[in-house]
């Protein structure tokens, strides 16, 4: 029977991305979502073997506690890590939509202590609220991103930034008086070929 190998990469052969206020990321990911805790563990301990640093998660995989396991056992100083977390959006899982900010601070601080870290590297707003960013919901997204920003100024985030946001949820972070005092520094969103090169203008309004 045919046995598969793998071999590690050198970490300092992953190409980096350098965000809007500084910060380098690696531009590949090993990625947490759909498992359960115990294969979230086992699949980041074997990224991280073969050579990943970068690891995406969020409060709403439910599997922070083995990612936290795999990062643990792995041997590796928390600054070689480039760690990415997410917090629900607005009215979505555990984060209310009357008390949004204090909400969401709450989810980011069980993170640190599932991903049992004392900061992440890049924590994302992962959904816009549901029924999307009109007048109705951007008061209480602007609430959210202000509670946030407080962390990056605590430094448990040394970057904030948005997963599935769209034009009109940008445009309401802009309402904000003088604009939002961190601009966000990603927008984490599905692209690929069968999309074509700039899917309703997204990527070109984000850059």
Request: charged share 15%; with cysteine; glycine share 10%.
């Amino acid at each position: 029977a045919a046995v598969a190998t793998t071999e590690s990469a050198p970490a300092s052969s992953i190409p980096t991305v350098t965000l809007n206020n500084g910060v380098r990321m690696p531009a590949i990911s090993a990625g947490s979502g759909r498992y359960d805790a115990p294969t979230a563990e086992a699949a980041i301990a074997a990224a991280l073997r073969v050579g990943f640093r970068a690891i995406d998660d969020a409060f709403n995989y439910y599997n922070q506690m083995g990612v936290g396991r795999a990062i643990a056992a792995s041997g590796l100083r928390r600054e070689d890590l480039f760690i990415t977390t997410k917090v629900p959006g607005c009215g979505r899982d555990s984060v209310s939509r009357h008390q949004c900010g204090p909400d969401s601070v709450r989810a980011f601080a069980q993170s640190l202590q599932q991903l049992n870290v004392s900061y992440v590297d890049l924590l994302l707003v992962h959904f816009p609220p549901p029924g999307g960013c009109g007048p109705l919901n951007c008061p209480v997204i602007q609430q959210q991103w202000q509670a946030l920003e407080a962390l990056v100024a605590t430094k448990q985030v040394r970057a904030l930034g948005v997963s599935n946001f769209c034009q009109s949820c940008f445009q309401c972070l802009d309402k904000l008086p003088g604009g939002p005092h961190i601009l966000p520094a990603v927008n984490q969103v599905q692209f690929h070929i069968g999309g074509g090169a700039d899917p309703q203008g997204l990527v070109s309004y984000c850059r």
